[in-house]
């Protein structure tokens, strides 16, 4: 259990490949699409075979790496000798136009025969074949690489087309005709000119397959698939939501396909020591049945990944890239809070992508800075905007800015712009001090603040008000909503009135029913109204005090577009929060955005 990107299939991959196990992966939608569960469990079934087959081949293969290597160097070096001592082959176009020009007498036939046959003795003596100890030193020392041979290759012949299927009736018999037919029929060969390295490449497997027994690999394989298999099946709330939830008698192709999914589960054999594993970033969907003991008993939370999981993924997937000697993947790690191994995998990539549209050598450390804005803020969108909607902007993201500035318990600004950013037309990015995995009141407070701030902005400096702020009060409404019913943080004591809405199913809560009166819910409404209302008017408050920092502020993101914290330190001098604990940069960091 765990988010999107945090390496749930990875981790399954892993403990296969620790277990010595072979491993197969499904889809949970491939039940759905089927519509019935015993077909693809079978499919699942062959597929663990087939994996298993091909783990104990890559075994036993690599056991006889060192009589192949021999076969391949025999094979090679043949070829080889063959292409060093070959005769230049004579061409028959020339010598019947020769012989039938008039000019050319049997008398002088015969001399060009002898001229001819001298010239190969000479060739012959005076090429002679190298030796067959210093051509295998060379080859050897890889001195041979880029010479061409020629090498005949075995190829199993394919079946005609009109064979591939049954077709009809008979499309669903599992009968493997053209694996059948493929075996009958003799292998073809083919002769192909290739480098040396090519040609080593391409024959190990063949020659590493001729030195294995297949037969006992196939009977190992399916001992091993039945005894230490392990089946991982992903997206599991794709066909496990829970059953029941719409309004009235339900009986669609999902909820049919999830019963038979738990037969299925129970018809295992109880001697088969065959693993099933399942992935999902949404338990709280999962049908109760599921999770009952023999199913799915044993629950794994992966959780996203800390400071140090963090550098130690940047590490693996910086790892093929060229870095400045400048980048420090520890900073990195402080800087992406919040990301996932998938995230972090994708600020490798985007980084290196920026590094090559300048065609530098190496990644430095601002392509880093520059792929983590445009993750976060979105990609530099280019709109052209008037005066007018500039300075709102401007003043808007200057209010949001200043506020949590001015607020100490709220989250450090990195960043404010106004460039058009994804679907934002301005953003502020803060970045936390430390990782938090607990949230106090005066913290949730101070982001509430932050969040009307751009409001409140647009209120005092222009004198009216715009859409620009819809995203910041649907945050703030949530905010405050989570505050009031979930959180006792209100003023309606400890009561948490949002227990239903874990289930997020259009019929499940009307079959349910609200577990609060109406009286409570205008109560809700009215604290809702006053915590929006009052912290709305602290945002006001606090930049009508500092009116003069908040028009230099907006001026210079006029002029300038995008600033940094220290230019933000030049403009509003030090943040009375900051001169009392260490500055986020020597600390953990996680972006937040308000727009």
Same mark, same amino acid.
């Given at each position: 259990i765990g988010p999107t990107g945090v390496g749930k299939t990875e981790i399954a991959r892993r403990l296969a490949f620790l277990s010595g196990s072979p491993f197969v992966k499904v889809e949970a939608t491939k039940f759905t699409e089927v519509g019935y569960v015993g077909r693809s469990v079978d499919s699942m079934v062959r597929e663990l075979v087939e994996s298993a087959i091909n783990f104990l081949k890559?075994?036993?293969?690599?056991?006889?790496?060192?009589?192949?290597?021999?076969?391949?160097?025999?094979?090679?070096?043949?070829?080889?000798?063959?292409?060093?001592?070959?005769?230049?082959?004579?061409?028959?176009?020339?010598?019947?136009?020769?012989?039938?020009?008039?000019?050319?007498?049997?008398?002088?036939?015969?001399?060009?025969?002898?001229?001819?046959?001298?010239?190969?003795?000479?060739?012959?003596?005076?090429?002679?074949?190298?030796?067959?100890?210093?051509?295998?030193?060379?080859?050897?020392?890889?001195?041979?690489?880029?010479?061409f041979i020629d090498i005949e290759i075995e190829k199993a012949q394919q079946p005609p087309l009109g064979v591939m299927g049954l077709g009809g009736d008979m499309s669903d018999l599992e009968i493997d005709l053209q694996g059948v037919l493929s075996n009958l029929m003799p292998p073809k060969k083919i002769k192909k000119r290739m480098t040396v390295a090519q040609a080593r490449k391409i024959l190990m497997p063949i020659e590493s397959e001729k030195l294995i027994d297949t037969d006992k690999i196939t009977s190992d394989a399916l001992e091993l698939a039945q005894n230490d298999g392990i089946i991982f099946i992903d997206e599991m709330d794709a066909v496990g939501r829970r059953r029941g939830t719409g309004v009235g008698n339900v009986n669609d192709e999902r909820e049919q396909t999830l019963n038979q999914l738990l037969v299925e589960m129970d018809g295992f054999d109880e001697r088969a020591e065959v693993v099933i594993l399942a992935a999902t970033n949404r338990p709280d969907v999962l049908d109760?049945?599921?999770?009952?003991?023999?199913?799915?008993?044993?629950?794994?939370?992966?959780?996203?990944?800390?400071?140090?999981?963090?550098?130690? +993924? @940047?590490?693996?997937?910086? &790892? $093929? %890239?060229? *870095? #400045?000697?400048?980048?420090?993947?520890?900073?990195?790690?402080?800087?992406?809070?919040?990301?996932?191994?998938?995230?972090?995998?994708?600020?490798?990539?985007?980084?290196?992508?920026?590094?090559?549209?300048?065609?530098?050598?190496?990644?430095?450390?601002?392509?880093?800075?520059?792929?983590?804005?445009? +993750? @976060?803020?979105?990609?530099? &969108? $280019? %709109?052209? *905007? #008037?005066?007018?909607?500039?300075?709102?902007?401007?003043?808007?993201?200057?209010?949001?800015?200043?506020?949590?500035?001015?607020?100490?318990?709220?989250?450090?600004?990195?960043?404010?712009?106004?460039?058009?950013r994804g679907q934002a037309l301005g953003v502020t990015a803060q970045l936390p001090g430390e990782d938090r995995y607990n949230y106090t009141r005066t913290y949730l407070l101070a982001r509430l603040v932050v969040l009307l701030g751009g409001r409140a902005a647009e209120e005092l400096a222009l004198g009216e008000i715009t859409t620009g702020a819809e995203n910041d009060l649907k945050q703030a409404t949530r905010l405050a909503r989570h505050m009031i019913t979930r959180w006792g943080m209100g003023n309606l004591g400890l009561a948490a009135f949002d227990a239903g809405s874990?289930?997020?199913?259009?019929?499940?809560?009307?079959?349910?029913?609200?577990?609060?009166?109406?009286?409570?819910?205008?109560?809700?409404?009215?604290?809702?109204?006053?915590?929006?209302?009052?912290?709305?008017?602290?945002?006001?408050?606090?930049?009508?005090?500092?009116?003069?920092?908040?028009?230099?502020?907006?001026?210079?993101?006029l002029d300038e577009e995008t600033i940094d914290r220290a230019t933000l330190v030049q403009l509003l001098g030090p943040r009375e929060a900051d001169l009392a604990s260490p500055s986020p940069e020597h600390g953990d960091e996680r972006v937040a955005l308000a727009a």
């Open positions: 890559k075994e036993e293969m690599q056991k006889v790496v060192a009589l192949a290597q021999k076969e391949v160097e025999k094979i090679i070096l043949n070829a080889i000798t063959k292409t060093s001592v070959k005769q230049p082959e004579k061409k028959l176009g020339d010598f019947f136009s020769r012989f039938l020009d008039s000019k050319i007498t049997m008398e002088s036939f015969g001399d060009r025969d002898r001229q001819t046959s001298q010239k190969a003795e000479t060739f012959e003596e005076d090429t002679p074949p190298p030796h067959p100890m210093d051509l295998a030193e060379r080859y050897r020392h890889g001195e041979l690489d880029d010479q109760p049945a599921l999770q009952r003991p023999g199913r799915f008993d044993r629950q794994v939370t992966v959780s996203l990944p800390d400071r140090n999981g963090r550098e130690a +993924i @940047l590490g693996v997937h910086s &790892r $093929p %890239l060229s *870095l #400045d000697p400048k980048v420090d993947l520890g900073v990195l790690a402080r800087t992406t809070m919040g990301f996932s191994g998938a995230d972090l995998a994708n600020l490798c990539n985007e980084a290196a992508i920026l590094a090559a549209r300048k065609n530098s050598a190496h990644v430095s450390m601002a392509d880093f800075e520059e792929a983590i804005d445009k +993750i @976060l803020m979105g990609g530099v &969108r $280019p %709109l052209l *905007l #008037d005066e007018h909607d500039r300075r709102t902007i401007a003043y808007h993201e200057a209010g949001h800015a200043l506020i949590a500035w001015l607020t100490a318990a709220a989250d450090p600004v990195h960043k404010v712009t106004i460039t058009p874990e289930q997020p199913f259009l019929g499940y809560d009307l079959s349910q029913g609200r577990e609060y009166s109406e009286s409570m819910a205008a109560e809700i409404d009215h604290e809702l109204a006053r915590l929006l209302d009052e912290h709305h008017e602290l945002a006001l408050r606090l930049l009508t005090e500092n009116r003069h920092k908040l028009d230099r502020l907006a001026q210079a993101l």
